[in-house]
């Protein structure tokens, strides 16, 4: 493998916080709202009605922004979507934003489906871990989850992945009367595969809702832990870092790990260090809010580099201090129930 470019390139900038005391050193990224499969939490089978090419941030766009944030703070780039490899020429950006200077930890967030040919490329570019979003292991399941015949080219992926030593996280969406039956498969395979498998609460986007929150969702963290415990034995826990949001626990005789990310019932808030920039330009502090700022508008207004991070600082200043509250401030009209392609996964 060649030398990272991703190592240091300038002294590293202090941190911005937001006015409840969390630093905003990650950034989810999304390069695009289109999306190759139709999973049914995330869209209807007809898809979604994707914004006009013209209405997406540029390459160039999106690493001017980036390059300021990282003037804030912002070390850490995660490539979301849509599926990031749905848009063209995907990889020279990421070695274009491999060299902005602070940038120094680079990765992406993906189905599987067109990135095994890419994988030689992300192990040069220096990306180090890879979410890999897998519901089941079931070929059928697959099939009527995702509405698309696709689970031997991820598992392509998935096994070209490990080859080039780079770090996988299986993200499966815990959905009840859906893919229970495959919450032990999936974790095993942390058995003889150093691989992180991570088992996500559903969340109430593509129009759905558990109306009474939290405590409603049939399969919440706790009975995650409690299903998967009944079959692997007690977990032990692993300590992570601050801004973490799955809770990872090593299993006897394992060489990876699983893990469970409480994202309904939002238990992670209080360490939260990231921030969304959506593929059309919006700027979100928290999955939950309606989008705190028109990065587009200021970009293609004639905002200079100083207007923007201004923009970019007051922004964070007002930040929710949790999901419950950033949910709470949106319009009756604008529920978080978007799909996960147009907020970026």
Known sequence: ???SPLSPATPAVAPLYDQHGRPLEYLRLAVTDRCNLRCFYCMPEEGIKYMPKQELLTYEEMLRLTGLLARLGVRKVRLTGGEPFVRRDLVPFMERLAQLPGIDDISLTTNGVLTAPHVPALARLGVRAVN????????????QITRRDELPRVMETFHALLE????VKINAVVMDGQNIDDLI??????RNLPVDVRFIEEMPFNGGSHAAGPASLPWN???IRQHLEAHFGAFTPVATAAGATASEYTLAGHKGTVGIIAAYSRTFCGTCNRLRLTAEGGIKTCLYDQGVLDTRALLRGG??????????????????????EAER????HQLSFE???TIGG
Do not use: K
């Open 185 to 190: 498969p999936l974790a095993d395979l942390s």
């Open 339 to 341: 799909s996960m392609a």
């Open 221 to 223: 963290h706790i009975r």
């Open 164 to 167: 080039a030593g780079i770090q």
């Open 132 to 143: 890999l979003s897998l519901d089941t292991l079931n070929r059928e399941r697959f099939f």
């Open 1 to 3: 493998m060649l030398p």
């Open 303 to 324: 905002a200079s580099d100083a207007d923007i991070t201004a923009a970019l600082a007051h922004a964070f200043r007002y930040r929710a201090a949790n999901g419950f």
């Open 329 to 332: 401030q949106r319009p009756l």
